[in-house]
Protein backbone atom coordinates (compact mmCIF):
# COMPACT_ATOMS: atom_id res chain seq x y z
CA UNK A 1 0.00 0.00 0.00
CA UNK A 2 2.87 2.37 -0.81
CA UNK A 3 1.80 6.36 -0.92
CA UNK A 4 1.09 8.34 -3.71
CA UNK A 5 -0.29 11.71 -4.44
CA UNK A 6 -3.91 10.44 -5.44
CA UNK A 7 -4.68 8.59 -1.97
CA UNK A 8 -3.32 10.45 1.40
CA UNK A 9 -0.83 8.22 3.34
CA UNK A 10 -2.72 6.77 5.78
CA UNK A 11 -1.19 6.47 9.84
CA UNK A 12 -2.22 5.02 13.01
CA UNK A 13 -0.81 6.13 16.45
CA UNK A 14 -1.04 4.29 19.47
CA UNK A 15 -0.22 5.75 22.62
CA UNK A 16 -0.45 5.47 26.14
CA UNK A 17 -0.24 8.73 27.86
CA UNK A 18 0.20 12.80 27.00
CA UNK A 19 3.55 12.79 26.84
CA UNK A 20 3.86 9.24 24.23
CA UNK A 21 0.62 11.16 22.14
CA UNK A 22 2.92 13.81 21.31
CA UNK A 23 5.99 12.11 20.15
CA UNK A 24 3.85 9.78 18.11
CA UNK A 25 1.60 11.85 16.55
CA UNK A 26 4.49 14.36 15.67
CA UNK A 27 7.22 11.12 14.64
CA UNK A 28 3.85 10.02 12.60
CA UNK A 29 3.83 13.70 10.92
CA UNK A 30 7.73 13.84 9.94
CA UNK A 31 8.36 10.31 8.76
CA UNK A 32 5.76 9.98 6.07
CA UNK A 33 7.30 9.86 2.60
CA UNK A 34 7.48 13.28 1.11
CA UNK A 35 9.52 15.76 -0.70
CA UNK A 36 12.55 15.10 1.26
CA UNK A 37 13.10 11.72 0.47
CA UNK A 38 11.97 12.19 -3.25
CA UNK A 39 9.27 10.00 -3.11
CA UNK A 40 5.87 12.43 -3.57
CA UNK A 41 6.27 14.86 -5.77
CA UNK A 42 3.04 16.56 -4.65
CA UNK A 43 2.68 15.63 -1.06
CA UNK A 44 -0.67 15.96 0.47
CA UNK A 45 -1.52 15.89 4.49
CA UNK A 46 -1.90 12.21 5.69
CA UNK A 47 -4.56 11.01 7.33
CA UNK A 48 -3.80 10.32 11.38
CA UNK A 49 -6.07 7.99 13.24
CA UNK A 50 -4.79 8.14 17.14
CA UNK A 51 -5.72 5.35 19.17
CA UNK A 52 -5.16 6.07 23.32
CA UNK A 53 -4.61 2.81 24.95
CA UNK A 54 -6.76 2.59 27.89
CA UNK A 55 -4.98 2.69 31.68
CA UNK A 56 -3.63 4.57 34.47
CA UNK A 57 -2.03 7.75 31.97
CA UNK A 58 -4.58 7.89 29.55
CA UNK A 59 -4.79 11.28 28.21
CA UNK A 60 -7.42 14.18 29.54
CA UNK A 61 -8.77 16.42 27.00
CA UNK A 62 -7.07 19.16 28.48
CA UNK A 63 -3.86 17.31 28.25
CA UNK A 64 -4.62 16.45 24.75
CA UNK A 65 -5.47 20.05 23.76
CA UNK A 66 -1.75 21.02 25.41
CA UNK A 67 0.23 19.15 22.71
CA UNK A 68 -1.87 20.73 19.90
CA UNK A 69 -1.52 17.72 17.79
CA UNK A 70 -3.92 17.28 14.60
CA UNK A 71 -5.64 14.28 14.75
CA UNK A 72 -8.47 13.36 11.83
CA UNK A 73 -10.15 10.38 14.76
CA UNK A 74 -9.22 9.67 18.37
CA UNK A 75 -10.56 6.98 20.49
CA UNK A 76 -9.68 5.30 23.75
CA UNK A 77 -9.14 1.59 23.11
CA UNK A 78 -7.60 -1.77 24.75
CA UNK A 79 -5.60 -3.41 23.47
CA UNK A 80 -7.28 -6.16 21.57
CA UNK A 81 -10.11 -3.04 20.12
CA UNK A 82 -6.30 -1.71 18.78
CA UNK A 83 -5.86 -5.22 16.84
CA UNK A 84 -9.33 -5.64 15.95
CA UNK A 85 -9.60 -2.02 14.03
CA UNK A 86 -5.99 -3.32 12.76
CA UNK A 87 -8.18 -5.76 10.33
CA UNK A 88 -10.98 -3.25 9.50
CA UNK A 89 -8.85 -0.19 7.83
CA UNK A 90 -5.81 -0.06 5.71
CA UNK A 91 -2.90 1.82 7.23
CA UNK A 92 0.79 2.67 5.41
CA UNK A 93 2.34 3.15 9.01
CA UNK A 94 1.83 1.94 12.65
CA UNK A 95 3.32 4.01 15.10
CA UNK A 96 3.37 2.09 18.54
CA UNK A 97 4.20 5.30 21.43
CA UNK A 98 3.81 2.45 23.98
CA UNK A 99 6.24 1.35 26.70
CA UNK A 100 8.17 -1.40 26.54
CA UNK A 101 6.02 -4.13 27.32
CA UNK A 102 2.72 -2.17 25.50
CA UNK A 103 5.03 -2.70 22.26
CA UNK A 104 5.98 -6.48 22.68
CA UNK A 105 2.15 -7.45 23.08
CA UNK A 106 1.03 -5.44 20.49
CA UNK A 107 3.76 -6.57 17.88
CA UNK A 108 2.63 -9.94 18.87
CA UNK A 109 -0.66 -9.62 18.44
CA UNK A 110 -0.42 -7.40 15.20
CA UNK A 111 1.60 -10.38 13.41
CA UNK A 112 -1.51 -12.81 14.13
CA UNK A 113 -4.10 -10.53 12.73
CA UNK A 114 -1.87 -10.07 9.67
CA UNK A 115 -1.44 -13.72 9.05
CA UNK A 116 -2.17 -14.42 5.61
CA UNK A 117 -2.30 -11.70 4.31
CA UNK A 118 -0.96 -9.90 1.10
CA UNK A 119 0.38 -6.68 2.59
CA UNK A 120 0.73 -4.96 5.85
CA UNK A 121 1.80 -1.70 6.78
CA UNK A 122 5.32 -0.59 8.10
CA UNK A 123 5.27 -0.76 11.75
CA UNK A 124 7.31 1.93 13.35
CA UNK A 125 8.03 2.27 17.30
CA UNK A 126 11.17 4.06 19.48
CA UNK A 127 11.75 6.05 22.65
CA UNK A 128 9.90 9.57 23.93
CA UNK A 129 13.34 11.24 24.90
CA UNK A 130 16.30 10.20 26.82
CA UNK A 131 17.04 6.42 27.24
CA UNK A 132 19.24 6.35 30.47
CA UNK A 133 17.32 3.41 32.12
CA UNK A 134 16.25 -0.53 31.21
CA UNK A 135 18.13 0.22 27.92
CA UNK A 136 18.09 -3.83 27.28
CA UNK A 137 14.85 -4.79 28.25
CA UNK A 138 13.27 -1.65 26.57
CA UNK A 139 14.99 -2.49 23.31
CA UNK A 140 14.47 -6.24 23.10
CA UNK A 141 10.78 -5.37 24.26
CA UNK A 142 10.18 -3.15 21.19
CA UNK A 143 12.61 -5.81 18.67
CA UNK A 144 10.03 -6.95 15.93
CA UNK A 145 9.22 -3.43 14.60
CA UNK A 146 10.56 -2.61 11.29
CA UNK A 147 11.57 0.51 12.59
CA UNK A 148 12.91 0.92 15.66
CA UNK A 149 13.63 4.84 15.78
CA UNK A 150 16.70 6.27 17.53
CA UNK A 151 16.67 9.96 18.43
CA UNK A 152 20.44 10.47 18.02
CA UNK A 153 23.54 9.06 16.85
CA UNK A 154 24.74 7.77 20.16
CA UNK A 155 21.11 5.96 20.66
CA UNK A 156 21.24 4.92 17.34
CA UNK A 157 25.18 2.80 17.94
CA UNK A 158 24.06 1.60 21.49
CA UNK A 159 20.94 0.28 19.68
CA UNK A 160 22.51 -1.36 17.45
CA UNK A 161 25.43 -3.09 19.89
CA UNK A 162 22.77 -4.62 22.03
CA UNK A 163 20.60 -6.33 19.12
CA UNK A 164 23.75 -7.78 17.68
CA UNK A 165 24.83 -8.29 21.41
CA UNK A 166 21.76 -10.89 21.58
CA UNK A 167 22.10 -12.08 18.04
CA UNK A 168 18.79 -10.10 16.90
CA UNK A 169 18.47 -7.89 13.46
CA UNK A 170 19.58 -5.02 13.79
CA UNK A 171 18.83 -3.24 10.86
CA UNK A 172 15.62 -1.75 11.99
CA UNK A 173 17.55 0.49 14.13
CA UNK A 174 17.16 3.94 12.27
CA UNK A 175 18.34 7.44 13.48
CA UNK A 176 16.12 10.38 13.75
CA UNK A 177 16.09 12.56 16.53
CA UNK A 178 13.33 14.22 18.45
CA UNK A 179 10.10 15.02 16.56
CA UNK A 180 9.20 17.85 18.90
CA UNK A 181 12.00 19.97 18.70
CA UNK A 182 11.71 23.07 16.93
CA UNK A 183 11.18 27.10 17.16
CA UNK A 184 13.14 30.56 17.29
CA UNK A 185 16.40 30.25 18.06
CA UNK A 186 17.18 32.00 21.66
CA UNK A 187 18.11 36.16 20.74
CA UNK A 188 19.81 36.54 23.95
CA UNK A 189 18.70 38.27 27.04
CA UNK A 190 16.46 40.83 27.15
CA UNK A 191 17.19 43.93 29.04
CA UNK A 192 13.97 45.18 31.03
CA UNK A 193 14.92 48.49 31.39
CA UNK A 194 16.29 48.75 28.05
CA UNK A 195 12.85 49.47 26.59
CA UNK A 196 9.49 50.19 28.67
CA UNK A 197 7.10 46.75 28.49
CA UNK A 198 10.07 44.30 27.50
CA UNK A 199 9.71 41.12 29.54
CA UNK A 200 12.09 40.84 32.43
CA UNK A 201 14.74 37.85 32.53
CA UNK A 202 12.92 34.69 32.63
CA UNK A 203 14.40 31.50 34.43
CA UNK A 204 12.50 28.13 34.16
CA UNK A 205 12.25 24.72 36.21
CA UNK A 206 10.88 22.12 34.20
CA UNK A 207 9.59 19.44 36.96
CA UNK A 208 9.23 15.90 35.92
CA UNK A 209 6.55 13.55 37.69
CA UNK A 210 8.88 11.18 38.91
CA UNK A 211 12.59 12.25 39.02
CA UNK A 212 12.74 13.28 42.39
CA UNK A 213 10.25 10.98 43.97
CA UNK A 214 10.62 11.89 47.83
CA UNK A 215 9.36 14.75 49.66
CA UNK A 216 12.48 16.11 50.93
CA UNK A 217 13.99 16.30 47.45
CA UNK A 218 11.07 17.53 45.80
CA UNK A 219 10.82 20.10 48.76
CA UNK A 220 14.15 21.45 48.58
CA UNK A 221 14.19 21.80 44.78
CA UNK A 222 10.79 23.94 45.38
CA UNK A 223 12.38 26.05 48.05
CA UNK A 224 15.60 26.30 46.47
CA UNK A 225 13.43 28.18 42.96
CA UNK A 226 11.87 30.07 45.52
CA UNK A 227 14.71 31.29 47.10
CA UNK A 228 15.93 31.91 43.59
CA UNK A 229 13.08 34.32 43.45
CA UNK A 230 13.86 35.88 45.79
CA UNK A 231 17.23 36.60 45.66
CA UNK A 232 16.31 38.00 42.02
CA UNK A 233 13.43 40.23 42.64
CA UNK A 234 13.99 41.86 38.90
CA UNK A 235 13.85 38.45 37.66
CA UNK A 236 10.58 36.21 36.15
CA UNK A 237 10.78 32.35 38.05
CA UNK A 238 8.60 29.54 36.63
CA UNK A 239 7.70 26.26 37.73
CA UNK A 240 7.22 24.62 34.62
CA UNK A 241 4.23 21.73 35.29
CA UNK A 242 3.68 18.74 32.94
CA UNK A 243 -0.19 17.86 34.84
CA UNK A 244 -2.42 19.48 37.16
CA UNK A 245 -3.87 17.32 40.16
CA UNK A 246 -5.94 13.93 39.27
CA UNK A 247 -3.90 13.63 35.89
CA UNK A 248 -1.63 11.83 35.00
CA UNK A 249 1.21 11.85 32.48
CA UNK A 250 3.91 9.03 30.82
CA UNK A 251 5.26 8.79 34.98
CA UNK A 252 3.16 8.53 38.32
CA UNK A 253 3.38 11.60 40.46
CA UNK A 254 2.66 10.99 44.00
CA UNK A 255 3.85 14.58 45.44
CA UNK A 256 2.74 17.32 42.79
CA UNK A 257 4.16 20.49 43.36
CA UNK A 258 1.23 22.48 43.27
CA UNK A 259 0.14 20.77 46.77
CA UNK A 260 4.09 21.52 48.24
CA UNK A 261 3.64 24.77 46.80
CA UNK A 262 0.51 25.82 49.21
CA UNK A 263 2.74 25.97 52.31
CA UNK A 264 4.58 28.43 50.73
CA UNK A 265 4.49 31.87 50.79
CA UNK A 266 5.26 32.60 47.15
CA UNK A 267 7.08 36.30 46.21
CA UNK A 268 5.50 37.83 43.61
CA UNK A 269 7.86 37.01 40.51
CA UNK A 270 7.56 33.56 40.94
CA UNK A 271 4.29 31.40 39.08
CA UNK A 272 3.35 28.15 38.30
CA UNK A 273 2.48 27.12 34.43
CA UNK A 274 1.12 25.00 32.69
CA UNK A 275 0.98 24.74 28.42
CA UNK A 276 3.37 23.53 25.80
CA UNK A 277 6.98 23.05 26.34
CA UNK A 278 7.53 24.95 23.24
CA UNK A 279 5.60 28.27 24.00
CA UNK A 280 7.30 28.49 27.60
CA UNK A 281 10.61 28.19 25.74
CA UNK A 282 9.49 30.94 23.70
CA UNK A 283 10.40 33.22 26.47
CA UNK A 284 13.07 31.86 28.46
CA UNK A 285 16.51 33.01 29.43
CA UNK A 286 17.26 30.03 31.70
CA UNK A 287 16.08 26.73 31.65
CA UNK A 288 16.72 24.42 34.77
CA UNK A 289 16.00 20.51 35.19
CA UNK A 290 17.16 17.13 36.78
CA UNK A 291 16.99 15.16 33.77
CA UNK A 292 13.69 16.31 31.83
CA UNK A 293 13.90 16.10 27.79
CA UNK A 294 13.33 19.71 27.77
CA UNK A 295 17.06 20.61 28.42
CA UNK A 296 16.77 18.93 24.70
CA UNK A 297 14.51 21.52 23.34
CA UNK A 298 15.99 24.26 25.38
CA UNK A 299 19.73 22.93 23.67
CA UNK A 300 18.45 22.31 20.41
CA UNK A 301 17.21 26.22 20.43
CA UNK A 302 20.61 27.21 21.73
CA UNK A 303 18.73 28.82 25.28
CA UNK A 304 21.14 28.38 28.05
CA UNK A 305 20.55 25.39 30.06
CA UNK A 306 21.16 23.99 32.99
CA UNK A 307 20.86 20.12 34.96
CA UNK A 308 21.17 20.16 38.33
CA UNK A 309 23.79 18.58 40.39
CA UNK A 310 22.16 19.09 43.99
CA UNK A 311 21.34 16.33 44.28
CA UNK A 312 23.91 14.66 43.08
CA UNK A 313 24.52 12.51 39.28
CA UNK A 314 23.12 9.81 39.57
CA UNK A 315 21.11 6.82 37.29
CA UNK A 316 18.43 7.21 39.94
CA UNK A 317 18.05 10.86 38.51
CA UNK A 318 18.45 10.44 34.57
CA UNK A 319 20.68 13.22 34.94
CA UNK A 320 24.30 11.23 34.51
CA UNK A 321 23.06 11.35 30.83
CA UNK A 322 24.11 15.01 30.81
CA UNK A 323 28.16 13.96 32.11
CA UNK A 324 30.28 15.56 29.05
CA UNK A 325 27.45 17.98 28.42
CA UNK A 326 28.82 21.20 30.37
CA UNK A 327 25.52 21.93 31.64
CA UNK A 328 25.88 20.50 35.06
CA UNK A 329 25.72 23.06 37.94
CA UNK A 330 24.05 23.01 41.17
CA UNK A 331 22.00 26.29 42.55
CA UNK A 332 24.49 27.45 44.36
CA UNK A 333 26.43 28.62 41.15
CA UNK A 334 23.31 29.95 39.39
CA UNK A 335 22.28 31.70 42.07
CA UNK A 336 26.02 33.09 41.80
CA UNK A 337 24.90 33.96 38.19
CA UNK A 338 27.41 30.84 36.87
CA UNK A 339 25.37 30.34 32.95
CA UNK A 340 26.75 26.61 31.67
CA UNK A 341 28.40 26.60 28.00
CA UNK A 342 27.02 23.52 26.32
CA UNK A 343 29.81 20.88 24.69
CA UNK A 344 28.92 21.12 21.19
CA UNK A 345 30.10 17.77 20.21
CA UNK A 346 28.07 16.11 22.89
CA UNK A 347 25.20 17.74 21.59
CA UNK A 348 25.95 16.72 18.16
CA UNK A 349 25.60 13.27 19.47
CA UNK A 350 22.62 13.60 21.27
CA UNK A 351 20.51 14.26 18.07
CA UNK A 352 19.83 18.35 18.85
CA UNK A 353 21.29 19.54 15.87
CA UNK A 354 21.18 22.82 17.13
CA UNK A 355 23.69 23.08 13.80
CA UNK A 356 20.59 23.52 11.42
CA UNK A 357 20.45 19.90 10.34
CA UNK A 358 17.59 19.49 11.67
CA UNK A 359 15.01 19.39 8.82
CA UNK A 360 17.18 16.31 7.17
CA UNK A 361 17.18 14.48 10.37
CA UNK A 362 13.89 12.58 9.23
CA UNK A 363 15.06 11.78 5.74
CA UNK A 364 16.71 8.12 6.12
CA UNK A 365 13.08 7.22 8.07
CA UNK A 366 11.35 8.52 5.35
CA UNK A 367 13.67 6.98 2.54
CA UNK A 368 13.23 3.56 4.31
CA UNK A 369 9.38 3.48 4.61
CA UNK A 370 8.88 4.41 1.12
CA UNK A 371 11.14 1.39 -0.07
CA UNK A 372 9.45 -1.35 2.41
CA UNK A 373 6.09 0.20 1.43
CA UNK A 374 7.28 -0.31 -2.45
CA UNK A 375 8.54 -4.01 -1.46
CA UNK A 376 7.43 -6.28 -4.15
CA UNK A 377 5.06 -8.65 -2.74
CA UNK A 378 4.74 -6.58 0.17
CA UNK A 379 6.47 -7.26 3.53
CA UNK A 380 7.16 -10.37 5.65
CA UNK A 381 5.43 -11.39 9.03
CA UNK A 382 7.06 -9.72 11.86
CA UNK A 383 9.99 -11.26 13.95
CA UNK A 384 9.75 -10.29 17.60
CA UNK A 385 12.71 -11.91 19.10
CA UNK A 386 10.87 -12.55 22.23
CA UNK A 387 8.93 -15.73 21.37
CA UNK A 388 7.16 -18.34 23.61
CA UNK A 389 10.58 -20.50 22.50
CA UNK A 390 13.13 -17.52 23.21
CA UNK A 391 11.57 -16.53 26.74
CA UNK A 392 9.13 -18.76 27.71
CA UNK A 393 9.37 -17.37 31.16
CA UNK A 394 8.65 -13.84 30.55
CA UNK A 395 6.54 -13.32 27.43
CA UNK A 396 3.38 -14.80 28.24
CA UNK A 397 2.87 -12.69 31.05
CA UNK A 398 3.59 -9.43 29.37
CA UNK A 399 0.83 -10.46 26.66
CA UNK A 400 -1.15 -11.20 29.64
CA UNK A 401 -1.33 -7.95 30.72
CA UNK A 402 -2.84 -6.70 27.47
CA UNK A 403 -5.40 -9.81 27.48
CA UNK A 404 -3.48 -11.74 25.11
CA UNK A 405 -2.49 -14.96 25.16
CA UNK A 406 0.68 -16.52 24.10
CA UNK A 407 0.23 -16.58 20.46
CA UNK A 408 -1.14 -13.10 20.04
CA UNK A 409 -4.61 -13.95 20.28
CA UNK A 410 -7.37 -12.35 22.69
CA UNK A 411 -7.68 -14.34 25.67
CA UNK A 412 -11.53 -15.28 27.26
CA UNK A 413 -12.96 -12.46 28.43
CA UNK A 414 -10.83 -9.81 26.72
CA UNK A 415 -12.63 -6.67 26.29
CA UNK A 416 -15.06 -7.03 23.07
CA UNK A 417 -14.45 -4.43 20.19
CA UNK A 418 -17.66 -5.29 18.24
CA UNK A 419 -19.59 -2.20 20.39
CA UNK A 420 -19.30 1.20 22.05
CA UNK A 421 -19.04 0.74 26.04
CA UNK A 422 -22.27 2.19 26.88
CA UNK A 423 -22.98 5.13 29.13
CA UNK A 424 -22.84 3.13 32.60
CA UNK A 425 -19.67 1.33 31.17
CA UNK A 426 -17.91 4.97 30.21
CA UNK A 427 -18.68 6.20 34.01
CA UNK A 428 -17.32 3.51 35.28
CA UNK A 429 -14.05 3.81 33.92
CA UNK A 430 -14.32 7.12 34.55
CA UNK A 431 -14.73 6.76 38.40
CA UNK A 432 -11.80 3.39 38.02
CA UNK A 433 -9.56 6.04 37.44
CA UNK A 434 -9.72 8.72 38.93
CA UNK A 435 -10.05 6.28 42.17
CA UNK A 436 -6.65 4.98 41.57
CA UNK A 437 -5.40 8.27 40.69
CA UNK A 438 -6.70 9.29 44.12
CA UNK A 439 -5.29 6.64 45.53
CA UNK A 440 -1.58 7.51 43.60
CA UNK A 441 -1.74 10.93 44.55
CA UNK A 442 -3.37 11.10 48.28
CA UNK A 443 -4.06 7.60 49.75
CA UNK A 444 -0.37 6.01 49.01
CA UNK A 445 2.34 9.02 50.34
CA UNK A 446 -0.11 8.77 53.87
CA UNK A 447 1.10 4.91 53.98
CA UNK A 448 4.24 5.43 52.80
CA UNK A 449 4.58 8.07 55.39
CA UNK A 450 2.97 5.81 57.99
CA UNK A 451 5.36 3.08 57.45
CA UNK A 452 8.68 5.20 58.05
CA UNK A 453 7.26 5.73 61.97
Known amino acids: ?28 SR ?21 LLRGRATPTPRQLAEVGVRADSLREVTAVEFLRAMTRTSYDVVVLALVGGGVQAVLHGLKRVWEGT ?65 GAPYAGEHDPSAEQGRRPYTVVFAAQPSVPESRKDRTYLLDRLVRHARLHPEREVLLKLRSRPGEHTTHIEELPYQKLAQRLDLP ?22 ISSTAALESLHRRVPTVVLSDLGVREALGNHHFVGSGCLASWDQLDAGHRPAPDEEWVSRQGVAADGSYGRAFDAARERIAKLLDRPGGLPPLTPYYTPATAPGYLPGILARHHLGPDGSPLPGAPAADREPGPVRQIVRRAARGAYRHGVQRVAPVIRRMGEL
Open 31 to 51: IVPGPASGVQADPVLPVLDGF
Open 118 to 182: AARPVVVTGYVGVVYEKLADGLLLRHGADLVLANSRQDAERFRAVYDGVGADSASVTEVALPFLG
Open 268 to 289: PNFRLVYGNMGEVLDRTDLLVT
Open 1 to 28: MPASTANPPRIAVLADSDTRWKWGALTA
